[in-house]
Antibody, heavy 122, light 108 residues
Framework: QVQLQESGPGLVKPSGTLSLTCTVS????????????WSWIRQPPGKGLEWIGY???????KYNPSLKSRVTISVDTSKNQFFLNLSSVTAADTAMYYC????????????WGQGTLVTVSS | SYELTQAPSVSVSPGQTARITCSGD??????AYWYQQKPGRAPVLVIS???ERPSGIPERFSGSSSGTTVTLTISGVQAEDEADYYC???????????FGGGTKLTVL
């Protein structure tokens, strides 16, 4: 059974960079699951879901236009992990961050991590 | 930017039918997906491609589409169905995933 697990600092200072890792278990992101889209989605406290972006075919990325200038998503196939970097953070970036898997482009997210809360504060 | 519109809240009594709608100009041309999210939990996919129910989702959950509106219907609502429900689709150029604002279902 494929499982996703987010990890990273729970507190980031304003103007800093938010860095998160999603570890995938139960399958290889470069092997049996190489055609999936590996995504990041966030949810500010008490608010709705916002798609951040995804990576597919190891090196191709697509980002939410509203975040594109600050976001980088990358992957390390040797560790079966993918990553989120969000630069120049402000309090508005405080949110629960989820990693998720989609079986294709612009389709549903069929497997989610449990989420990790990141607070931006000095 | 493209938006999907959902009513903020819907309330029903146990055993009744809940209908949660999502409106967007691109919905006639794009599939919609529905997620259930309970407090403190990650979202769970309950309807795929407008009408398909994933394995393990109870039969009381169904989806439909008409023009620019898609509808999630929960027949015979149970207390455990109380949750936030989000629709998801894509924008006109298929460059962005878009979520609706969410609907809070309250079971009275």
């Amino acid at each position: 059974q494929v499982q996703l697990q987010e990890s990273g600092p729970g507190l980031v200072k304003p103007s800093g960079t938010l860095s998160l890792t999603c570890t995938v278990s139960g399958g290889s992101i470069s092997g049996s699951m190489r055609y999936f889209y590996w995504s990041w989605i966030r949810q500010p406290p008490g608010k709705g879901l916002e798609w951040i972006g995804y990576i597919y075919d190891i090196e191709n990325t697509k980002y939410n236009p509203s975040l594109k200038s600050r976001v980088t998503i990358s992957v390390d196939t040797s560790k079966n992990q993918f990553f989120l970097n969000l630069s120049s953070v402000t309090a508005a970036d405080t949110a629960m961050y989820y990693c998720a898997r989609a079986p294709g482009r612009m389709v549903s997210f069929d497997n989610w991590g449990q989420g990790t809360l990141v607070t931006v504060s000095s | 930017s493209y938006e999907l519109t959902q009513a903020p809240s819907v309330s029903v009594s146990p055993g009744q039918t809940a209908r949660i709608t999502c409106s967007g100009d691109e919905l006639p041309k794009r599939y919609a997906y529905w997620y259930q999210q309970k407090p403190g939990r990650a979202p769970v996919l309950v309807i795929s491609k407008d009408t398909e129910r994933p394995s393990g989702i109870p039969e009381r959950f169904s989806g439909s589409s008409s023009g620019t509106t898609v509808t999630l219907t929960i027949s015979g609502v149970q207390a455990e169905d109380e949750a936030d429900y989000y629709c998801q689709s894509a924008d006109s150029s298929d460059t962005s995933v878009v979520f609706g604002g969410g609907t809070k279902l309250t079971v009275l």
